[in-house]
């Protein structure tokens, strides 16, 4: 019934968003010509989709501790590396695009929650490779097994903090002086997510970038998405209905968009 609903909303959103040509917004425009649905091929991708694959094929058996909504897919508690490596990360598609979407903003700054196995975080640090990149996860296995993936992929760098969002995001997030871009790709409840949101808020800026994963996924988070773009600081949108981006610019009219990808 889940998956039914999830599919009639696609064909919903594919129906009803638009590609470049209708957004009357320049930087909207400009996002969606220039990032948005930039394919060509950047030095970094086929390295971390090499790496990917390798996952796909690990047998080695984890033991899953999970602290968010679970995934439609994965309910047990050992897995194999394989199995979430095939059921639980961004497609190729998604994260390379927040990959670009890193790129085209050069945050000082990024946080990610849901580090699972590194691919999105490894794409991150790449494509922003000034940044310093934070991640959050929170089954201690699966953050062992990213860590390797991070160290084998060169991007040793990056903070992978171990633990429940719950309680590391209070303190993580005062300790930044701003938020310029976090991606919230884990435990996608309602509550959590808009209460994420809200620990955001203070940090946030003119530049800020939030990104939410699966703002279709149920209908909590559904709810949760139209809370977020209702918020008064939040000024501007973008559905892309597998993730949603707000921003925080100024001077603008508040502007919702659904853009197909
Ligand atoms: C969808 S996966 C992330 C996939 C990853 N971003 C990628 O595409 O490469 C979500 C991850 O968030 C973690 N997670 C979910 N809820 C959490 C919570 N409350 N605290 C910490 N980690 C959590 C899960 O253990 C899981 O590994």
């Not at 696609?10 to 009357?24: E, M, P, Q």
């Not at 871009?181 to 409840?189: S, T, V």
């Amino acid at each position: 019934m889940a998956n039914y609903r999830f599919f009639l909303d696609y064909l919903a959103h594919r129906l009803s968003a638009k590609t470049r040509h209708g957004v009357h917004s320049p930087f909207v425009y400009q996002l969606v010509d220039e990032v948005i649905y930039d394919f060509s091929p950047k030095p970094y991708e086929e390295e971390i989709e090499r790496k990917r694959q390798a996952l796909q094929k690990d047998m080695r058996i984890i033991k899953v501790t999970d602290y968010g909504a679970g995934s439609m897919m994965n309910n047990g508690k050992q897995k194999a590396v394989g199995t979430i490596a095939k059921n639980a990360l961004k497609p190729k598609r998604v994260a390379q695009l927040i990959a670009r979407l890193a790129n085209r903003f050069t945050p000082a700054t990024i946080i990610e929650l849901g580090t699972c196995l590194g691919i999105t975080t490894a794409y991150l640090a790449k494509a922003a490779p000034k940044a310093s990149v934070i991640t959050v996860e929170g089954c201690p296995e699966t953050s062992a097994v990213a860590r390797q993936t991070l160290d084998e992929l060169g991007a040793p760098h990056i903070t992978l903090k171990t633990g429940n969002f719950d309680n590391i995001l209070p303190e993580l997030i005062q300790q930044q002086e701003k938020i310029d871009f976090l991606f919230l790709d884990g435990n996608h409840r309602k509550e959590a997510t808009l209460n994420y949101f809200y620990l955001c808020l203070p940090k946030v800026h003119a530049q800020s970038l939030l990104i939410f994963d699966d703002i279709y996924w149920s209908k909590g988070m559904k709810e949760a998405w139209q809370e977020i773009k209702n918020h008064p600081q939040v000024t501007l949108t973008i559905d892309l209905f597998f993730i949603g981006l707000v921003f925080f610019k100024k001077g603008q009219e508040k502007e919702h968009f659904k853009i197909r990808y």
